[in-house]
């Protein structure tokens, strides 16, 4: 499948929790460890065992909790990036954003549910009209094959100028962390092929 990033879930109430190893991987693959309010020594522990290239932080990490992780992987020499999520119902106060502007080399706007993550439904693109950064964002939460016109109607209006990355999961799922590969490379092939 060649994807620019795969994530692994390393918050243990997940259905999706990974406790295993990561085989080898291309190395064009970034490999992105999913946290929810974890502390910073697990973060940096789980970044060094499973050589990770990215944290997404999925909980409510404070601008001060990011900037420390921040300056944690800078004394290590580790180039990680960090995605800070946010997330988004009908609407959203993008004031939020400024505090993490320094610490988040991405934002991940998710829908907002019962869960921090991987609840399987799209929360509305519109709100993204006001978003006020340059920072590059992923837009996640429920995108699956349906959703594949309305992903690629959204990447041709104004507030996608900025969308770095498509976000997908829980709806290529045939049980939890097992994905559909079929499903997912023609969602890929018709994304790429259209929008390039």
């Not at 060649?2 to 064009?28: A, C, H, M, N, V």
């Not at 522990?45 to 300056?71: M, R, V, W």
């Not at 954003?97 to 320094?102: F, K, W």
């Not at 209006?157 to 829980?170: G, M, P």
Request: hydrophobic share 35%; charged share 25%.
């Amino acid at each position: 499948m060649q994807p620019d990033y795969l994530g692994f879930i390393f918050w243990k109430p997940s259905k999706r929790f990974f406790g295993g190893s990561i085989p080898e991987l291309d190395k064009t693959i970034s490999r992105v460890g999913v946290f929810v309010d974890a502390n910073i020594d697990e973060i940096l522990s789980c970044t060094q065992t499973f050589s990770l290239n990215a944290i997404q932080l999925h909980g409510n990490e404070s601008p001060e909790f990011c900037a420390k992780l921040k300056e944690q992987f800078k004394k290590q020499h580790n180039k990680i990036d960090i995605l800070k999520v946010f997330s988004i119902k009908d609407s959203f106060d993008f004031s939020q954003l400024g505090p993490y502007e320094m610490s988040a080399d991405f934002f991940l706007f998710d829908t907002k549910g019962k869960l921090p993550g991987g609840n399987g439904y799209q929360f509305n693109w519109e709100v993204l009209k006001g978003y006020p950064s340059k920072k590059p964002y992923f837009l996640s939460g429920g995108i699956g094959p349906e959703e594949l016109d309305s992903v690629l109607e959204f990447l041709q209006k104004e507030e996608s100028k900025y969308c770095y990355a498509i976000d997908v999961n829980s709806k290529f799922e045939i049980a939890p962390g097992l994905k559909d590969i079929n499903r997912l490379k023609e969602f890929k092939n018709r994304l790429y092929v259209t929008n390039s």
